[in-house]
């Protein structure tokens, strides 16, 4: 189409009116400013997915009366939003002449002293609901009410209504050392970088020797990890930590045995039964083809559970029962999912499955439950200790003077067939999953298998599960990166049975989830950055600034039309990094891995030398930046495979020129690795997430000099000076 909008009549139709009703988008414009309009058939089995039969135009007519009747009916929004410092407004339905009154009960379960004016409404027309007509008036929510999450009572007439009262900081305040400055720190893939004591995989104990290696070695205030969420409890281990079970519990496959305080009180039989497990699988440290993650854990499992079996002392049992009532339901679902998932075998699709049979409240549930008591514990167990342990690695960064320590990554989602989706499937939408459309960089766009959280169910609970989820990664971390952030605000739902160039966008109210990361930011003192990159609209851009978000600007991503923007036009309040986990490393980038991967695995769309000709002209355009701005020598560009690590220094060195905030250096930049971490659009045609972390030459870089490694000392010179 010439305009890129749609039509009068298109926007008469009950399917369209309905859908937009309920948030989804009818039409968008891409990466490429082409635009589209969603296809009839896709945006009924996106309705569908929200629980709303629109097969017809009889039932999408319905379905139109039935909420405006449902939002009418409510005397407010289920979830509301305050900011606070300023005097917020709350429309109220009312019967004609009706005067709302309020009270609110703060999240310490005091009583609000202040008082909730009330003023007119909206001036809409009334509303006709069964033959009583509903207009509105507004709550006065004033600016003193404190930070938090609230109860707000509202009453009209005999009626009356609760609501959450989510009442946020206008913005994540920047902390102290980024006011008048930048803090820099690594990009690090836990489980690629081991160490003598690794079980074959990087782990917590690594973790925390990597923060205080990075701030003693050479200087840094961060270390950015790959998620850090729970997986499954047995073999074989989902490779991707972006599609974990849960994203409220964290990872137990990463637990140090020997890091537990029992093993050093274990009997000598015992202890020596874990330290020759650990000797089964030591020499998977030193294997740089791929992270065998299965192995690991056949071996650390049965440690653990020699060290479980165990006991505890009274003060550790005591810190354990607390953190499985401080927990609750949460550490349930995932410790029940993990008992059936030991028991009774992984969880498919097929309906005689017990994740698909069986609901959480099933006797066949309860009676595996009384049946292996021990496991079940066991499950709960692992928790805590990875909790604790990864606690403790947070500790060690502050302790050793970073100003952030760990930023924790938050994936999109969570797998189909996990704990999340299995104990309250209501929190999700059924028969549609996420991705992205297609664009430059995925020719056929991408579906990353993960269902989307419900809008309607997280209006109804008052965001509860992403509060938990944000309150839970701030607890073990100083910062937080939330991949693809745009999904605060809009995220693309693909049917079913569909390809991923067959979806719709379906909108999220981005101003109560980001007042929710504003409240655990600030409680936390900690750091927001999200990743921004792709098709992200002005009004996502200004509002992520506005709420003193940060975006994350990528070298290789910073240019236009064939030019590359310098690095001192960057904006200030962002992540800036050479690259990303799904880029090859800049070696490998210079070398044009990414075209040899695309092309192996027919990734491409279209000739194979049309994108190797783009991929040299993009270097020879970046190269051209770094020697204008005077970042490179002109001879080494001149002559660029004599010279590749003085191409990558300089790459860092333009990160030094730009203004962000937050500067991040590659791990894996800095020994010379090549291979790419994950490519995108792949699933096992490429060993996604499996690639240890290795030099130029292909052999293992242990933990205990990667720090001491030239290219490590390099860049700590640049990021320092």
Same mark, same amino acid.
């Given at each position: 189409?010439?305009?890129?909008?749609?039509?009068?009549?298109?926007?008469?139709?009950?399917?369209?009116?309905?859908?937009?009703?309920?948030?989804?988008?009818?039409? !968008?414009?891409? &990466?490429?400013?082409?635009?589209?309009?969603?296809?009839?058939?896709?945006?009924?089995?996106?309705?569908?997915?929200?629980?709303?039969?629109?097969?017809?135009?009889?039932?999408?007519?319905?379905?139109?009366? %039935? +909420?405006?009747?449902?939002?009418?009916?409510?005397?407010?929004?289920?979830?509301?939003?305050?900011?606070?410092?300023?005097?917020?407004?709350?429309?109220?339905?009312?019967?004609? &002449?009706?005067?709302?009154?309020?009270?609110?009960?703060?999240? *310490?379960?005091?009583?609000?002293?202040?008082?909730?004016?009330?003023?007119?409404g909206?001036?809409?027309?009334?509303?006709?609901?069964?033959?009583?007509?509903?207009?509105?008036a507004?709550?006065?929510?004033?600016?003193?009410?404190?930070? #938090?999450?609230?109860?707000?009572?509202?009453?009209?007439?005999?009626?009356?209504? @609760?609501?959450?009262?989510?009442?946020?900081?206008?913005?994540?305040?920047?902390?102290d050392?980024?006011?008048?400055?930048?803090?820099?720190?690594?990009?690090?893939?836990?489980?690629? +970088?081991?160490?003598?004591?690794?079980?074959?995989?990087?782990? !917590?104990?690594?973790?925390?020797?990597?923060?205080?290696?990075a701030?003693?070695?050479?200087?840094? @205030?961060?270390?950015?990890?790959?998620?850090?969420?729970?997986?499954?409890?047995?073999?074989?281990?989902?490779?991707s930590?972006?599609?974990?079970?849960?994203?409220?519990?964290?990872?137990?496959?990463?637990? %140090?045995?020997?890091?537990?305080?029992?093993?050093?009180?274990?009997p000598?039989?015992?202890?020596?039964?874990?330290d020759?497990?650990?000797?089964?699988?030591? =020499?998977?440290?030193?294997?740089?083809?791929?992270?065998?993650?299965?192995?690991?854990?056949?071996?650390?499992?049965?440690?653990?559970?020699?060290?479980?079996?165990?006991?505890?002392?009274?003060?550790?049992?005591?810190?354990?029962?607390?953190f499985?009532?401080?927990?609750?339901?949460?550490?349930?679902?995932?410790?029940?999912?993990? $008992?059936?998932?030991?028991?009774?075998?992984?969880?498919?699709?097929?309906?005689?499955?017990?994740?698909?049979?069986?609901?959480?409240?099933?006797?066949?549930?309860?009676?595996?439950?009384r049946?292996?008591?021990?496991?079940?514990?066991?499950? %709960?167990?692992?928790?805590?200790?990875?909790?604790?342990?990864?606690?403790?690695?947070?500790?060690?960064?502050?302790?050793?003077?970073?100003?952030?320590?760990? &930023?924790?990554?938050?994936?999109?989602?969570?797998?189909?067939?996990?704990?999340?989706?299995?104990?309250?499937?209501?929190?999700?939408?059924?028969?549609?999953?996420?991705?992205?459309? =297609?664009?430059?960089?995925?020719?056929?766009?991408?579906?990353?298998?993960?269902?989307?959280?419900?809008?309607?169910?997280?209006?109804?609970?008052?965001?509860?599960?992403?509060? *938990?989820?944000?309150?839970?990664?701030?607890?073990?971390?100083?910062a937080?990166?939330?991949d693809?952030?745009?999904?605060?605000?809009?995220?693309?739902?693909?049917?079913?049975?569909?390809?991923?160039?067959? #979806?719709?966008?379906?909108?999220?109210?981005?101003?109560?989830?980001?007042?929710?990361?504003?409240?655990?930011?600030s %409680?936390?003192?900690?750091?927001?950055?999200?990743?921004?990159l792709?098709?992200?609209?002005?009004?996502?851009?200004?509002?992520?600034?506005?709420?003193g978000? $940060? #975006?994350c600007?990528?070298?290789?991503?910073?240019?236009?039309?064939?030019?590359?923007?310098?690095?001192?036009?960057?904006?200030?309040?962002?992540?800036?990094?050479?690259?990303?986990?799904?880029?090859?490393?800049?070696?490998?980038?210079?070398?044009?891995?990414?075209?040899?991967?695309?092309?192996?695995?027919?990734?491409?769309?279209?000739?194979?030398?049309?994108?190797?000709?783009?991929?040299?002209?993009?270097? *020879?355009?970046?190269?051209?930046?770094?020697?204008?701005?005077?970042?490179?020598?002109?001879?080494?560009?001149?002559?660029?495979?004599?010279?590749?690590?003085?191409?990558?220094?300089?790459?860092?060195?333009?990160?030094?020129?730009?203004?962000?905030?937050?500067?991040?250096?590659?791990?894996t930049?800095?020994?010379?690795?090549?291979?790419?971490?994950?490519?995108?659009?792949?699933?096992?045609?490429? =060993?996604?997430?499996?690639?240890?972390?290795? @030099?130029?030459? #292909?052999?293992?870089?242990?933990?205990?000099?990667?720090?001491?490694?030239?290219?490590?000392?390099?860049?700590?010179?640049?990021?320092?000076?």
């Open positions: 189409m010439s305009e890129n909008t749609e039509s009068k009549e298109r926007l008469a139709r009950p399917l369209i009116r309905l859908a937009k009703l309920v948030g989804i988008g009818t039409s !968008y414009v891409g &990466m490429s400013h082409d635009y589209h309009e969603i296809d009839d058939d896709v945006l009924i089995e996106i309705l569908s997915a929200l629980g709303i039969e629109a097969r017809n135009d009889d039932r999408q007519k319905e379905a139109i009366h %039935r +909420i405006l009747k449902e939002r009418h009916s409510r005397l407010v929004a289920p979830t509301v939003l305050h900011t606070v410092g300023e005097e917020d407004r709350l429309l109220v339905n009312t019967g004609i &002449m009706e005067i709302p009154s309020a009270s609110i009960i703060l999240e *310490n379960g005091e009583s609000y002293e202040g008082t909730i004016g009330v003023g007119p909206d001036g809409s027309p009334a509303f006709d609901l069964d033959g009583n007509f509903v207009s509105t507004s709550l006065i929510i004033p600016a003193d009410v404190p930070v #938090g999450y609230h109860t707000l009572h509202v009453k009209v007439g005999n009626r009356s209504q @609760d609501a959450t009262l989510i009442s946020a900081p206008s913005q994540v305040p920047l902390i050392p980024m006011k008048d400055g930048s803090l820099w720190g690594w990009m690090a893939q836990l489980y690629s +970088i081991r160490s003598s004591g690794s079980w074959g995989v990087g782990d !917590y104990e690594d973790l925390k020797t990597i923060l205080v290696d701030k003693r070695k050479t200087g840094a @205030d961060f270390v950015l990890v790959n998620p850090l969420h729970a997986a499954e409890p047995v073999s074989p281990l989902t490779p930590p972006y599609l974990p079970v849960s994203r409220r519990l964290v990872n137990f496959t990463y637990i %140090r045995p020997e890091s537990v305080p029992e093993y050093a009180t274990l000598t039989d015992a202890k020596n039964e874990v020759g497990l650990h000797s089964d699988v030591e =020499p998977l440290n030193g294997d740089a083809q791929v992270i065998d993650r299965d192995a690991m854990w056949r071996s650390k499992m049965h440690a653990l559970w020699i060290i479980f079996k165990a006991g505890r002392t009274a003060e550790r049992q005591a810190a354990f029962d607390q499985k009532t401080d927990f609750g339901s949460d550490l349930e679902a995932y410790a029940t999912w993990c $008992l059936c998932y030991d028991k009774w075998g992984a969880p498919s699709a097929q309906g005689d499955n017990w994740e698909q049979a069986l609901g959480r409240d099933s006797q066949q549930i309860a009676d595996l439950k049946q292996f008591p021990d496991t079940l514990d066991f499950y %709960r167990w692992l928790e805590w200790v990875a909790s604790d342990q990864l606690a403790a690695a947070q500790q060690a960064a502050k302790d050793a003077g970073m100003e952030i320590g760990i &930023m924790s990554d938050m994936a999109v989602g969570v797998h189909p067939l996990g704990a999340d989706v299995w104990w309250n499937p209501e929190r999700f939408a059924k028969g549609a999953t996420v991705g992205a459309p =297609p664009d430059m960089f995925n020719q056929q766009g991408q579906n990353w298998s993960q269902p989307p959280l419900s809008p309607l169910d997280l209006e109804a609970t008052g965001y509860q599960t992403y509060r *938990n989820m944000v309150h839970g990664m701030f607890a073990r971390a100083g937080v990166r939330i693809h952030i745009l999904g605060l605000f809009r995220l693309w739902w693909i049917p079913e049975n569909h390809s991923a160039t067959d #979806g719709a966008y379906v909108h999220y109210d981005s101003n109560i989830m980001l007042g929710i990361l504003a409240i655990e930011a %409680r936390a003192n900690g750091v927001v950055v999200g990743e921004d792709g098709v992200m609209p002005d009004y996502v851009a200004d509002s992520l600034s506005g709420h978000i $940060l #975006g600007a990528v070298e290789w991503f910073e240019q236009r039309d064939g030019v590359f923007r310098t690095p001192s036009q960057w904006r200030p309040y962002a992540l800036a990094s050479v690259n990303t986990h799904d880029l090859p490393p800049a070696a490998g980038y210079l070398e044009y891995e990414h075209v040899k991967i695309r092309e192996r695995l027919g990734l491409l769309t279209g000739p194979a030398e049309e994108f190797q000709a783009s991929a040299k002209a993009e270097q *020879n355009a970046m190269i051209a930046m770094l020697v204008d701005q005077g970042y490179l020598d002109a001879d080494f560009a001149e002559h660029r495979e004599e010279h590749e690590a003085d191409i990558i220094d300089a790459l860092y060195r333009a990160l030094k020129g730009s203004p962000c905030k937050l500067l991040a250096a590659s791990i930049d800095a020994v010379g690795e090549k291979r790419a971490q994950n490519q995108p659009g792949t699933n096992n045609e490429y =060993p996604n997430w499996r690639i240890p972390l290795a @030099d130029d030459k #292909g052999n293992v870089v242990p933990l205990e000099t990667l720090f001491d490694t030239p290219g490590a000392q390099r860049f700590a010179q640049i990021f320092n000076n």
